[in-house]
Structures are given as structure tokens and as C-alpha cells.
């Protein structure tokens, strides 16, 4: 698809989990991202439409877009253990969706929607959810950026949310998001591959599990866009085996909240 801008509006209406008015942002339509982690895979961002991402933090409304993640702290901001610099990234995205920047394919008609959704994907790397839970926004709209794309990542905490746990598309573009061992066990028993975020106490890597070959701990062999083994069970027949842990990680003050939730868990 030809566009002069480097990112469209996907998505613009209700968040699947609450209801309020969220949108979803593809970036890197024609320079691809310079993620040293991802490399340069399609980035999509999942946003609240009314208020900018550092203050829907602030203010707890962040839960349409992430959920009840865990890594979202205290609902104010306070004990965030995600990795994500809402302040860099995410809010340039936002910044500038406001200035009118992106092509807004959602102004056409559903039909050319999907149909432009498959040519934005089509022999790309897709990563979904640079920031935000994808469960957040209708899984069509996944299913068709993903269609003809080459591979994509992706990673839901709603596994265990009864309106997500049995859906079928969400199982194959997905892995499960889990914070513990237990919760990995949980996830993979009813379907789900899993991605597991290992704190500094607990069990470094399960016997199911392969090391995130992008992470430190690994030595960074290679990007996501080079693995893309987090594919969810896939898109074949066949439905892919096998999951994924990696070290907490992130900033200076990430790192101490990963610290002190870790101490508090294990007291």
C-alpha cells in the first residue's frame, strides 16, 4: 500500500475489555523501525483515543488497553514493572496521531478496510501491540493485518479472562503472558503457548520453555523480526509447540520496582 505517511489509524472505537474509546496505530509502513530488541518489524500501538498515555496511567484508565496486567503497577503509575517508556515512544505515537499525521483508514468502507488492513501486512513482519494488550481490539481486525504477512508476534494477559480464554484466533496470534511458573503451567494446560516474564527469584527457565534468544540473558542471538517464534500456535494446521521465558527487564527505576515486588512476593 502506497502512503506518504509512515504509520495508519487501523482502528478507532470501543476497547473489547471496558468499553471505552480506544485506537490502534500501525507504524513503519515505509521506514521500518530501529528497535534494537524487535528490529524492523511493523509496530502496532493500542491507545486510549481521549487522553494521552502518561495520564491515562496516571489516572488508572491505561486498564482498556492493558487489562489487569500486572506490570501496570498500582493503577497510578506507582510500581510499573513494564518494560515500555510510555514517555518516549508511545506518547511520539500519540503526539502525533493528535497533529493528524496518519492515514485514517477508517473513514473507508469495511470492506476496503480489510482489504488495505491484508496489503499493510502482506509480506511484512508484524508485531502486535508495541504497547497494549491486542485483546483489547476485535480480533478481525488482527486477523486481517496478519493474513499475509510473514510472521508476527503477539501477547495477551487476558488468557485467563472468560471472554478471551477460548478464543480460538486470539490462541493462534498470541502467546499467553504469564508473571509466574504456576501461571505458565496454567496457561499452556488450557491451549495456550506461553511467554513467560521470570523475576529474579523465581525458576530462570522450565523444562518446556526456550530462553527469548533477543534477550541479555541470551546474548541477544537474535531480534524478534529474526525468531518471530512468538507467534502464538500459528496460523497452519499444524498448531506450533513449545514457549518462551525471559528475565524481567527495563529501566533504572523498572528494574527497582522488579526488585522490590519480587522481595514482597517471596516474604
Known sequence: MASKSNGAILYRGPSMLDGAPIV???????TKSKNSKTGGMLQTYILRDDIGPTAAIRQGKDASICGDCIHRGDGTGKGRTCYVNV??????????????????????????LFHYMRAIGRG???????????????????????????????????WRNPRFANLTILKRLCMASADTPEEAQLAQENGWRTFRVAMPSHTPRMANESICPASAEAGRKLTCATCVACGGLGRGDTP????????????????????????LEAA
Not at 514517555?87 to 476496503?112: E, P
Request: with cysteine; hydrophobic share 40%; proline share 2%.
Open 24 to 30: 490502534v496505530i500501525a507504524v513503519g509502513l515505509n
Open 124 to 158: 511484512r513482519l508484524v508485531r502486535l501491540g508495541a504497547y497494549g494488550d491486542p485483546a483489547a481490539v476485535p480480533c478481525v481486525i488482527w486477523d486481517a493485518l496478519t493474513s499475509e504477512s510473514v510472521g508476527y508476534t503477539g501477547y495477551t494477559h487476558q
Open 87 to 112: 514517555g518516549q515512544g508511545v506518547l511520539v505515537v500519540y503526539k502525533a496521531y493528535k497533529r493528524g499525521v496518519y492515514d485514517d483508514l477508517t473513514r473507508l468502507f469495511t470492506g476496503d
Open 240 to 263: 506450533r509447540r513449545g514457549s518462551i521465558v525471559i528475565q524481567a527487564h527495563g529501566g533504572t527505576a523498572v528494574m527497582a520496582n522488579v526488585r522490590k515486588r519480587d522481595q
